[in-house]
């Protein structure tokens, strides 16, 4: 019964903004303050029901936790199915995480048509956390697409100067992506008719199918692995697909950009994780040399762009698509170091690249301009406000200690393991990394200071409060990153096996692991219970 | 022959409830013409609205209690699919007078003439519905279309109008002579014995061995004449000229009425009648299906004109309904919905999506704000909960989920699919999304743009509850899925 009762509080957490939103669609136009503390208090209540998970979450089993589904349209086998694993607990949390900075940081930058704002802001929020409590590819579409419609008016009535353009290049790149997607799984579908002759849409039973998709002609299993692969790969978005991004980012209001880079990059790749890498193992490394090369492309063709930028928030735009491409590279490295280095990676590039928007949106509220070349000098009068853009900086870079370092090293680990070349390559991707990002701190925040510039007032308290939890958690998982580690090792070990059964009896593994134990690596030797389902590696010691 | 007289009589009277609902129409229409126009005062026309309305509430019991058979030597036949299609072009006459009533009364055109023919069209469509005869077919295509060229050029002082009025009746007319010819050519065909749908099934097999080439020709020529009738392209040219021509109730109208109507038809004698020789049809049928779907959303793309606008996407919509009609297999026993059930889940989804939109134009035309998209700029404003409506609208128009039109289509290619339509459901869903461009575009103006006159709109009550009714069936959408799943599997050919 509490693992029903649990259910609901999942659910709860998940649909308050969209229940707040429905409330606040009834409260009059001029009542600005309830829109703002309404919104905050819904997604703050969200946030503190789903912290609780964090803790309950049962770290020794690789099963869908709190599962839960309900008859929707049995005919066809629709389930309202709920449920989540390590992988998916990590991005809902993420998402819980930056709802309520999203709204917060509006609080002053919003001055215009208050209640629609708010009431997209939290009818968007519903519709990420859905997409990762979903266990069911049907529901899973439903909210993939929803979550169109709240960021193409947040972005078309809240944004920049070309906003009408970004706003419709977004809708229709990602829908034009996610229709393919939708014949695929159709076609899965009756697939799975065919040789069980059960109608079923759920998760599982799609990633079931697996072997019997592989023993498909190959052309037929790469045009489905490929219209998985181009509605998820426009939304991570990889080389070539990325070219909404800059746009939408720059356009986009803040909390926009906030949550494009926090959250909506992330459905692409868990996309990737849940769907099209345990459902084509086969296809997928066929087509290996070409995601891998796209990434590549991604990371070092995103960070030289960046380099060039002169407005700072395209420059943090194309620096995602650097950063996602290394996320990339570690998921197609398809061994448990790619892709715990990916997740990790994915968590804090949800938190180092919002904390940059904001920390751009802080100056461009005060100045409206976003020109790198009409800063400098401003660590003189704004001595906070540099500290913390230094502390994001240093943790999109990858510092020691902070949260982006730990990513990026365990995704080097992955894929030099899989395609050593491919991990020299990705590092120049690092190093371009923190030429871009250093240069455009150094031209922001050193040298000669304008008169402009010296009236600009440092961080105002409610600033700090956005801030803080951004800081604190970067520095926290930078110090402590196992409990995260914790959570998504055996759902990891699990994808592993899914992609390739042997993983863990392959010989050479074996005899590492023989030797490891031998002189006393912990980390690397092999599991110690072998019979239950989590077959896995554990990267730190035992509990 | 006294004795025959009597059994022909008799067997008519026995038949009779199965016509009911038309000939009520078609009785109450004629009375109304007259001497119902000379009790009414010219200037308390209005009451004929509420009476036509009172006529279509009892038309809808009428079809409700008709009995399920096969009637007038099979040339006729009620079964719930019959019914489930009458009521939707009822629902929508409702909906049409509805939205008329107070757009004849700004510009002053009311005539009891106005209701008599959408009465008589109707009954014309009640007739289609239930036709399973070519002979039936034909004639109540006739008897729906007739009344509805008068109906497209109704505003005599306008030119637009007139000529598109003209301009529909011309080649409608034309092409009702193709359809006749293809008729008698397949009649011919057979030997002069059937032009009934479930005898030409099996006659046309046996007519294919030595009358091929006159058995081909006639069934392309019905498939042009059916075309022509629900524009698909490229025999669409008719239509966006008589939507924008046309009085904008009137335009909801011909978007879902006699299209319900004359699609069914066309999936009655393609997915019945000539199914057995679809070697000689399919590939013409799914050239124009791709192409409809594919120029229809292109042209959309360009057009000014909301009315215009909506004109190309019924054109793209009929493309994707007739992957319903290329899916139906009357010889198939399969699990899943047949092509006709489909394609009446298509037909109600847009009903609500397409009435939707249209009460919305239509309001805003009432208030002298005309019907270029431009004009629904700065609706958010004005109106939240009307744009709100719009958008709904429109996005489910486009497919997006969790509104209506995604579960339709959803369905619909789902079992597009299942046939092997591949390509064309590739063609289906892309050309979609292409489609969400121009709707977009509307939403743009309404919600991103602003109105020189800041002042809100007031709808008036009709509008309200029209707009309020289609918005909350578009909104369940998905979530009412089970339901619409269930009420779609009791209804069968």
Not at chain 1, 329 to 342: D, E, Q, T, V
Not at chain 2, 368 to 394: V, Y
């Amino acid at each position: 019964m509490s693992q029903f009762a649990n259910t609901l509080l999942m659910l709860a957490a998940t649909f308050i903004p969209f229940v707040a939103a429905i409330v606040l669609l009834f409260v009059p136009k001029d009542r600005s303050e309830i829109f703002k503390k309404g919104a905050l208090f819904a997604t703050v209540l969200s946030f503190a029901l789903s912290v609780p998970f964090f803790f309950a979450y049962d770290r020794t089993s690789d099963a869908v936790q709190w599962a839960q589904s309900w008859s929707w349209i049995p005919s066809l086998g629709i389930q309202f199915s709920v449920g989540m694993d390590g992988i998916s607990l990590l991005l809902w949390l993420l998402t819980t995480f930056i709802g309520p900075i999203a709204i917060l940081c509006s609080w002053e930058a919003i001055t215009e048509r208050l209640k629609e704002y708010y009431v997209w802001l939290l009818v968007l929020q519903t519709a990420m956390l859905g997409v990762f409590i979903t266990q069911d590819m049907f529901l899973f579409y439903v909210f993939w697409e929803v979550m169109l419609v709240p960021m193409y008016f947040l972005i078309g009535i809240w944004g920049g100067p070309q906003k009408l353009y970004a706003a419709i290049k977004l809708f229709l790149y990602t829908l034009a992506g996610s229709v393919l997607l939708l014949v695929a799984v159709l076609a899965i579908y009756f697939l799975q008719v065919e040789t069980n002759g059960t109608l079923d849409f759920s998760l599982a039973s799609f990633q079931a199918m697996a072997p019997v998709i592989a023993e498909q002609t190959r052309t037929y299993q790469t045009l489905l692995a490929l219209a998985f692969f181009l509605a998820f790969a426009i939304k991570v978005p990889m080389f070539p697909f990325h070219t909404w991004l800059p746009d939408a980012h720059v356009q986009a209001p803040t909390a926009g950009s906030v949550i494009l880079a926090g959250i909506l990059l992330k459905m692409g790749t868990y996309g990737f994780v849940r769907l099209l890498l345990p459902i084509f193992p086969t296809a997928v490394k066929d087509l290996m040399p070409w995601f891998i090369a796209l990434s590549l492309i991604g990371i070092i063709y995103g960070a030289l762009v960046a380099m060039i930028q002169k407005d700072m928030k395209k420059l943090v735009a194309y620096s995602s698509v650097s950063h996602l491409g290394m996320c990339m590279l570690g998921i197609f490295a398809l061994n448990p170091y790619g892709f715990k280095g990916a997740l990790f990676q994915m968590i804090n590039h949800g938190i180092s690249t919002p904390g940059l928007f904001l920390a751009v949106a802080v100056v461009y509220d005060r100045r409206h301009t976003r020109m790198i070349a009409d800063f400098g000098g401003l660590s003189e009068t704004m001595p906070v406000y540099s500290t913390i853009f230094m502390i994001m900086t240093m943790s999109s870079i990858g510092l020691p200690l902070l949260n982006g370092f730990i990513g990026e090293l365990i995704i080097l680990q992955g894929s030099f393991q899989a395609f050593p070349w491919a991990a020299v390559v990705a590092t120049t991707g690092i190093i371009l990394g923190a030429a871009y990002m250093l240069w455009m701190f150094q031209r922001v925040m050193f040298g000669s200071i304008s008169d402009v510039n010296r009236k600009m007032p440092d961080l105002t308290p409610r600033e700090i409060i956005v801030f803080a939890p951004l800081v604190v958690m970067a520095i926290w998982i930078g110090l402590y990153p196992r409990p995260l580690m914790d959570i998504m090792d055996r759902p990891v070990a699990k994808l592993v096996r899914q992609l390739s059964p042997d993983y863990y009896q392959a010989p050479s593994l074996s005899a590492d692991q023989e030797k490891a134990k031998q002189e006393g690596m912990r980390g690397m030797e092999a599991p110690q219970n072998p019979n239950n389902t989590g077959n896995s590696e554990v990267i730190e010691e035992k509990r | 022959m006294p004795g025959f007289a009597q059994s022909l009589l008799a067997a008519l009277w026995q038949d009779a409830p199965l016509v009911q609902a038309p000939f009520f129409l078609i009785g109450v229409a004629s009375l109304m013409l007259w001497p119902g126009d000379l009790l009414i005062p010219r200037d308390k026309k209005r009451r004929w609205s509420l009476l036509t309305q009172i006529t279509l509430a009892i038309t809808i019991f009428l079809i409700i209690l008709t009995p399920h058979r096969s009637g007038f030597s099979s040339m006729l036949r009620i079964d719930t699919m019959t019914q489930a299609f009458q009521l939707i072009c009822t629902l929508a006459t409702i909906a049409t007078v509805a939205l008329s009533t107070k757009l004849l009364d700004l510009m002053h055109e009311h005539t009891v003439e106005f209701y008599a023919l959408l009465l008589f069209a109707l009954s014309g469509m009640l007739f289609l519905c239930g036709a399973t005869d070519l002979v039936t077919i034909y004639f109540s295509i006739e008897l729906m279309a007739l009344p509805i060229y008068v109906l497209v050029g109704y505003l005599r002082e306008q030119e637009r109008g007139i000529e598109a009025g003209v301009k529909y009746f011309l080649l409608g007319a034309f092409s009702s002579g193709i359809m006749i010819y293809g008729i008698s050519l397949v009649f011919g065909a057979t030997g002069g014995t059937t032009t009934n749908l479930d005898r030409l099934a099996s006659e046309l097999v046996i007519a294919m061995d030595s009358r091929a080439t006159m058995v081909t020709l006639g069934v392309l020529m019905v498939l042009v004449g059916m075309a022509f009738k629900v524009a698909v392209v490229p025999f669409h040219m008719w239509t966006p000229d008589a939507y924008d021509g046309a009085p904008t109730p009137i335009t909801a109208f011909m978007a879902s009425a006699p299209k319900a109507a004359a699609i069914f038809a066309f999936a009655r004698i393609f997915g019945v009648g000539f199914h057995n020789i679809s070697n000689t049809w399919i590939l013409g049928m799914e050239y124009m299906a791709a192409a409809s779907m594919i120029l229809g959303n292109v042209a959309a793309l360009r057009q000014q004109s909301m009315k215009r606008m909506l004109a190309y996407s019924s054109i793209a919509h009929v493309g994707y309904m007739m992957l319903a009609i290329l899916s139906n297999d009357p010889n198939l026993s399969v699990m899943s919905f047949s092509g006709v059930q489909t394609l009446w889940l298509y037909v109600f989804s847009y009903l609500f999506m397409n009435f939707g939109a249209f009460a919305v134009i239509t309001f805003l035309q009432g208030k002298g704000e005309g019907e270029r998209i431009e004009d629904f700029r700065g609706l958010s404003h004005r109106n939240p909960w009307l744009a709100f409506a719009m958008m709904l609208f429109l996005l489910s128009l486009a497919g997006i989920p969790p509104l209506i039109g995604f579960f339709s289509k959803f369905i619909l290619f789902k079992m597009a699919l299942e046939r092997g339509f591949v390509l064309l459901t590739v063609i289906a869903v892309l050309t979609s999304a292409v489609s969400a461009y121009y709707y977009l575009g509307v939403i743009n103006q309404m919600y991103f743009r602003s109105h020189p006159n800041k002042e809100p709109l007031k709808t008036d009550r009709v509008t309200g509850y029209l707009v309020s009714i289609c918005a909350i069936v578009v909104l369940l959408g998905v979530s009412a899925g089970r339901w619409l799943i269930e009420v779609v599997d009791n209804i069968k050919l």
